[in-house]
């Protein structure tokens, strides 16, 4: 059995963890009697820590807000990743975070063992992030969409769509995809009785916490590739696949997951398939990749490669006039 400060902090790191657990299975996981939990929770109380209790069959325990951080303990390989995570941080698409990102990165570097310290001056010296265009997100937006799945709550948020006013919108939240970019929302939308995507840097008001759900089929097996498709090719007028003659690897590094779903097709090609409201715009992006390409699909986009071929080889004979 732990001793009792060992205890404590195995207690805290598990309310931390998990929002709400019940006295039994807090004594399960801890392998320690429920008499023992409660009167844990009595000391980690008397310490400061905010310790809901709710009672009932359903009831638990909770940690509430305005909890502080138990030590962390980390191994050589953890502290050296949690560094150099704070040290990149900064130019990710979350809003305000990249001065928090250095306060805690000065304190770690504080407590960093002599052994890793060239270590960590090596890694952060020889890693270098390009900034990208990347649209700032709310972190207490970001904390507080991530709290309702954790708790299968409703939120209500007013968000402001590409066209049109802000509008108010009341969904159940089930996950986070973030795309390097942008951070995007998969939810049951319960005013439309369907699912959605948002964009969590368009969402313009605190979320607000209502009901809780039961949750449901997600609408796909990978919400990953649910979200790139919703955000490649759903919102557009033509959705487009091609065959690339290149390997998949050579067109990543052109092609971003915001853009367009890349697949291997053999060792040497790739099936690229991403929306367009326009052929012509289609047909520009792709010419631009300086690579062969069958299209696939749609037919009027085949048609339309057709034209524009005729078109420079007449523009390139001096035949046009």
Same mark, same amino acid.
């Given at each position: 059995?732990? $001793?009792?400060?060992?205890?404590?902090?195995?207690?805290?790191?598990?309310?931390?963890?998990?929002? $709400?657990?019940?006295?039994?299975?807090?004594?399960?996981?801890?392998?320690?009697?429920?008499?023992? /939990?409660?009167?844990?929770?009595?000391?980690?109380?008397?310490?400061?820590?905010? +310790?809901?209790?709710?009672?009932?069959?359903?009831?638990?325990?909770?940690?509430?807000?305005?909890?502080?951080?138990?030590?962390?303990?980390?191994?050589?390989?953890?502290?050296?990743?949690?560094?150099?995570?704070?040290?990149?941080?900064?130019?990710?698409?979350?809003?305000? +975070?990249?001065?928090?990102?250095?306060?805690?990165?000065?304190?770690?570097?504080?407590?960093?063992?002599?052994?890793?310290?060239?270590?960590?001056?090596?890694?952060?010296?020889? /890693?270098?992030?390009?900034?990208?265009?990347?649209?700032?997100?709310?972190?207490?937006?970001?904390?507080?969409?991530?709290?309702?799945?954790? $708790?299968?709550?409703?939120?209500?948020?007013?968000?402001?769509?590409?066209?049109?006013?802000?509008?108010?919108?009341?969904?159940?939240?089930?996950?986070? /995809?973030?795309?390097?970019?942008?951070?995007?929302?998969?939810?049951?939308?319960?005013?439309?009785?369907?699912?959605?995507?948002?964009?969590?840097?368009?969402?313009?008001?605190?979320?607000?916490?209502?009901?809780?759900?039961?949750?449901?089929?997600?609408?796909?097996?990978?919400?990953?590739?649910?979200?790139?498709?919703?955000?490649?090719?759903?919102?557009?007028?033509?959705?487009?696949?091609?065959?690339?003659?290149?390997?998949?690897?050579? /067109?990543?590094?052109?092609?971003?997951?915001?853009?367009?779903?890349?697949?291997?097709?053999?060792?040497?090609?790739?099936?690229?398939?991403?929306?367009?409201?326009?052929?012509?715009?289609?047909?520009?992006?792709?010419? +631009?990749?300086?690579?062969?390409?069958?299209?696939?699909?749609?037919? $009027?986009?085949?048609?339309?490669?057709?034209?524009?071929?005729?078109?420079?080889?007449?523009?390139?004979?001096?035949?046009?006039?």
């Amino acid at each position: 059995m732990l $001793e009792t400060s060992a205890r404590l902090l195995q207690l805290l790191s598990l309310l931390q963890v998990h929002r $709400e657990w019940t006295g039994g299975a807090l004594a399960e996981r801890m392998e320690v009697t429920e008499r023992t /939990v409660r009167r844990d929770i009595g000391k980690l109380r008397s310490l400061g820590y905010p +310790i809901s209790a709710s009672p009932g069959v359903a009831g638990g325990y909770q940690l509430g807000a305005g909890a502080r951080l138990p030590p962390l303990l980390l191994d050589d390989g953890e502290a050296l990743a949690v560094a150099l995570g704070l040290a990149t941080v900064a130019s990710g698409p979350v809003a305000g +975070i990249g001065e928090s990102s250095v306060r805690a990165l000065a304190k770690l570097e504080q407590v960093l063992p002599p052994r890793l310290r060239p270590r960590f001056s090596a890694l952060k010296g020889s /890693v270098s992030t390009l900034p990208t265009p990347a649209s700032p997100v709310d972190p207490d937006y970001l904390t507080a969409v991530s709290g309702a799945i954790s $708790e299968r709550r409703a939120i209500g948020f007013t968000y402001s769509k590409s066209e049109g006013a802000p509008e108010r919108r009341i969904v159940e939240p089930y996950h986070l /995809v973030n795309t390097g970019r942008r951070w995007y929302l998969v939810a049951w939308d319960t005013m439309r009785q369907d699912w959605r995507t948002f964009r969590v840097d368009r969402i313009n008001s605190a979320p607000t916490e209502r009901h809780k759900y039961l949750p449901r089929p997600l609408p796909a097996d990978n919400v990953v590739d649910y979200v790139q498709q919703s955000i490649t090719r759903s919102p557009y007028r033509y959705d487009v696949v091609v065959r690339l003659h290149a390997p998949m690897a050579h /067109v990543a590094e052109y092609i971003g997951p915001s853009l367009a779903q890349l697949t291997p097709d053999g060792p040497g090609h790739t099936i690229l398939k991403a929306g367009w409201d326009s052929l012509d715009y289609a047909l520009m992006h792709l010419s +631009i990749l300086d690579v062969d390409f069958d299209v696939l699909e749609p037919a $009027e986009l085949r048609d339309r490669a057709r034209q524009m071929a005729e078109r420079l080889a007449r523009s390139g004979s001096g035949e046009a006039d």
